[in-house]
């Protein structure tokens, strides 16, 4: 679907969209206890239905309402092929828990998720006596439990998302673990995932992020838990109105564990007006300034960050590129590509994206199919000079499926 935005100026009261990411561990853990659990507030978007599916597939009854999610937790088989969509968190969280079972199992998926590499997965499975193979490093990928626990060492420079999946699912083996991390990155969503799992009764000893002591045949608890607004899709709003808005921003938590709530600090090095109370965020059209940040160990930034910058004066610099490569699209390449349709010089060298500020113009852009890049060219758009076409927009509803009802309800002329 094509969207064409018209400078807008917004103005408002949002609630900021539940997070998908905690969404999906709760379901993750919800199916390994031995009960029925309730998650409040849960994200609808398009991968937390991924992770749903599979949820049910590995055994677990689901009833979803509006505002909560009941999980009966159980690990009787019921689909022995698992589609995770286009959503990277599925696959390299529910591997593991897929090897859990005593039989063969495929794990699938669509679109850039088939573009994705998948040694690391099955290389750290294979360590832990699971059989294991893929289509030459891709999906599919089929896994023949069950996961036996030990020592196992991987990387952790690309994604911290398999180590995830592996805490969730080796508390359930029979052995003791200890996973060896090489060079973690995003550190923030393994104390989101440790402390979710101390929910459920679950106990991980944690050595500096780079030994991870796993105690087996432990038992999760049914419970209840609350998903916390989106820092990844807040940051949308909040760069939204500091370019050209007037917002109060609703169920961010300032104490939040997930490393995107470091927006607020790019936010004030840009000289963004911004008022942080409980449970609110105040922010405001500014004159923004070149800012420096490094997004190493919070990727998702880049994009609200490129917009954020296009409206800064002078060069700003994010430190982080490597972090890019394989998103849904090779995020680096199509910000310089996308924003400067939209007349923003964006230069890429090692790691370090460099964005010289200016007067965002008119243009027909592209998504690439990449959620986080329709966001950040469509709140880039609001203070253009002209209209902006936007194809392929519909693919925010991987992660934020209400973002343009959303900006439309705030004042954002938004055409379909």
């Known amino acids: 679907m094509e969207r064409y935005i018209d400078p807008s100026a917004i103005k408002g009261v949002i609630k900021a969209p539940a997070s998908k990411s905690m969404t999906q561990r ?3 853990a919800a199916l390994l206890a031995d009960g029925q659990s309730i998650i409040h507030n849960p994200s609808y978007c398009d991968d937390s239905l991924a992770a749903m599916s599979i949820v049910v597939g590995l055994g677990a009854r689901i009833e979803p309402d509006v505002n909560e999610l009941k999980i009966n937790g159980s690990v009787e088989l019921k689909e022995p092929k698992l589609n995770c969509g286009e959503s990277g968190l599925a696959i390299r969280m529910f591997s593991p828990i897929a090897a859990l ?3 063969q199992i495929t794990m699938v998926g669509a679109n850039s998720l088939k573009k994705r590499p998948m040694i690391m997965i099955e290389e750290a499975l294979k360590q832990l006596g699971v059989k294991s193979s893929s289509a030459g490093g891709f999906l599919p990928l089929t896994i023949h439990g069950p996961i036996k626990g030990g020592l196992c060492e991987i990387d952790g420079s690309v994604s911290s998302q398999l180590l995830t999946g592996l805490l969730i699912a080796l508390p359930l083996a029979t052995k003791d673990s200890e996973i060896k991390v090489n060079n973690l990155k995003s550190k923030p969503y393994i104390d989101m995932t440790i402390n979710l799992l101390s929910s459920f009764g679950i106990k991980i000893y944690n050595t500096d992020y780079k030994l991870f002591r796993i105690p087996g045949n432990q038992k999760y608890i049914p419970g209840s838990y609350t998903v916390e607004g989106d820092w990844s899709g807040g940051a949308f709003l909040l760069v939204a ?7 109060s921003i609703l169920g961010l938590n300032n104490e939040s564990l997930q490393s995107d709530r470091l927006i607020i600090s790019a936010l004030k090095k840009a000289g963004a007006q911004i008022k942080i109370s409980e449970n609110q965020i105040d922010i405001s059209k500014s004159e923004l300034k070149a800012f420096d ?13 490129a917009a954020l910058a296009s409206y800064c004066k002078g060069v700003s610099t994010i430190k982080g590129v490597s972090r890019l490569k394989h998103k849904e699209s090779d995020r680096a390449a199509t910000l310089k590509e996308e924003l400067g349709k939209m007349n923003i010089k964006i230069e890429i060298k090692e790691d370090v994206m460099s964005i010289t500020g200016g007067k965002p113009k008119g243009a027909h852009v592209e998504s690439h199919e990449d ?3 329709a966001m950040a060219v469509a709140v880039t758009a609001l203070g253009a000079e002209g209209r902006v076409f936007i194809r392929d927009s519909q693919c925010v509803v991987k992660s934020y499926p209400e973002f343009f009802n959303d900006i439309k309800s705030l004042g954002a002329i938004v055409h379909e």
Request: aromatic share 10%.
């Open 101 to 103: 079972y005593p039989t």
């Open 26 to 28: 709760a379901m993750a």
């Open 241 to 247: 109105g500091a370019i050209n808005g007037d917002l």
């Open 293 to 305: 940040f490094d997004a190493t160990d919070c990727p998702d930034l880049f994009p609200p960050l």
């Open 371 to 373: 959620h986080r890049i």
